[in-house]
């Protein structure tokens, strides 16, 4: 391959999407309003983790300190949401992150997120819907598990121990509803959600009313005492030494990483930005109300569990209604079955319905295959609606979801990255009209990074996409780094320290410099306060979350990934809708040459002068 067609290989990758394509059309019906994307938001993200996770991580990591945890991550999952708000009211347009990062930062990346989006999505689906059958099963004596068990085994490496036929039907009648229609669709998700909330309200209402504070302040003697006195408990697990923090603050930090994905969920309202009637005002004040109510469930319940029982006789599996029976309030746990199977269905709700979306807006640009964006007379994609339904179906039915579980953490994590790269990226765009005067291309200097012209320009835009590019490097060492000698830093060894020390320096010199830079002037109904400072923090936690995950999630996720490029390199590349447009306008531009070439060329006159 020559040169030139590898630098016009490598110019296609980066085109980017303008904000009103010439030629795209909406056909979704716009109904939504505010409070059914708050329903949304909070219906998909607050699902049955509230009545587990809290107990697990009390138990097993932080004790009373889990409401701190909590705060910790409700502050950094609030990061990823302004970042995700801002562009919810500068592009109110289907498509999430995926969308975000095609205006942004060109098509390969949006192809990129678009992908990691489907990963996370379809596998939350399915492992939500496995969670509903095994909680369902549970209340009526494990009777799928026992029969379906016996009759139809796969002792298969990578499938499930049986086939789910419950969580499979589960996936296709919620794929029903959601094909027939959106509005629909939200009225079923509010009536879940607000049954959803009243449960986790009689929860911290319980708690508050048997509530002990002192069992947020026990002594190590007391621990040892209730460790002779219970002795069906795990005998190697250790339980601290008592008080609000008995793992350190370490253990709350430790917390605070698990509980971060507790809050994953609020993303699928940025891809109704061409269903809400208002989507300048509602998709930021959506996501931003969705994260706050979960916030206050999660710290709310979280508070009332480690205040009905002490942190160290917890459950991990099923803590609320261990908690009940040991204030004598035994059949509360019928209460919290309800809730319970209601946050699922929110939640499967939730991972259900951008899945599509994200589909259809992938096929409308061209990137996947074009029938995925068909409407229904309903304006609802039913046909990437019902596609996304039988693939999550499928693997809900035969595969094993725990493997696979982590994989889509790395999806949200990395669309979460993207976002608040682009953000960056966005702020320091030049204006159209600023840009014009700076027409010559201006050369780097040292001078003009350091103290840069008070308006944007190509020059100052490009500087922040290298530092942004440099940022993103030491985020990924610094990561490394304070993962793989935590026991170094807290033994206080001079050679980690010293690491740590210098990568936090230069991160911090490089968001000082773009800090200095000019900021776009263009306004939007919703802006990122304390830019750069909040993006770059969100690219560094969603960064060292995904550091912690394991090399088997890696793998698989290259495989996912590479699947996903040979149909964007086979197929994506040679379709884009963008590719077209850009085609049809030079095309233009050469027939506009050419007729005014043949006007000013006069008859009679000889071409050769």
Known sequence: MSGAKILLLLQ??????????????????????????????????????????????????????????????AVASVFA?????????????????????????????????????????????????????????????????????????????GLAPYPDFFAAGLIMLLAGILAFGVKESAIVNKIFTAVNILVLLFVILSGVIKGDINNWYLSEDFLLDGFENHTSLNQTTTFGSGGFFPFGFEGTLAGAATCFYAFVGFDCIATTGEEVQNPQKSIPLGIVASLLICFLAYFGVSAALTLLMPYYLLSVHSPLPVAFTYIGWGPAKYVVAVGSLCALSTSLLGSMFPMPRV????ARDGLLFKPLSKMSDRQSPVIATLASGVVAAIMALLFDLKALVDMMSIGTLFAYTLVAICILILRYQPDLSEDSSFSKTEPFTVTGLVCPPSQATSRTSRNVSVLTVFMIFLAVVLSLVISRAVDSLQALQWWSLLCVSIFTLMLAITTLIIWR????????????PFVPSLPIFSTFVNVYLMVQLGSDTWIRYAVWMAVGLIIYFCYGVHHSVQKQRLQNSHNQVSIHSMTMTEENFEPGQD???
């Open 359 to 362: 589909l259809f807006a992938m």
């Open 81 to 157: 949401g302004l970042c995700y708000a801002e562009f919810g009211a500068r592009v109110p347009k289907t498509g999430s992150a995926y969308l975000y990062s095609y205006v942004t930062v060109g098509e390969i990346w949006a192809f990129i997120t678009g992908w990691n989006l489907l990963l996370s999505y379809v596998i939350g689906t399915s492992s939500v819907a496995r969670a509903w059958s095994g909680t369902f099963d549970d209340l009526i004596g494990n009777v799928i598990a026992n029969s379906l068990g016996k009759q139809a085994s796969m002792d298969l490496p």
């Open 607 to 609: 071409l050769n002068g």
């Open 12 to 73: 296609s990758l980066s085109r980017r999407k303008p904000l009103e394509p010439e030629g795209e059309v909406s056909n979704f019906r716009r109904c939504l309003t505010t409070l059914d994307l708050v329903a949304l938001g909070v219906g998909s993200t607050l699902g049955a983790g509230v009545y587990v996770l809290s107990g697990e991580v009390a138990r097993t990591v932080a004790g009373p300190s889990i409401i701190i945890a909590f705060l910790i991550a």
């Open 517 to 528: 830079q000019p900021q776009s002037t263009a306004k939007a109904a919703f802006m990122v």
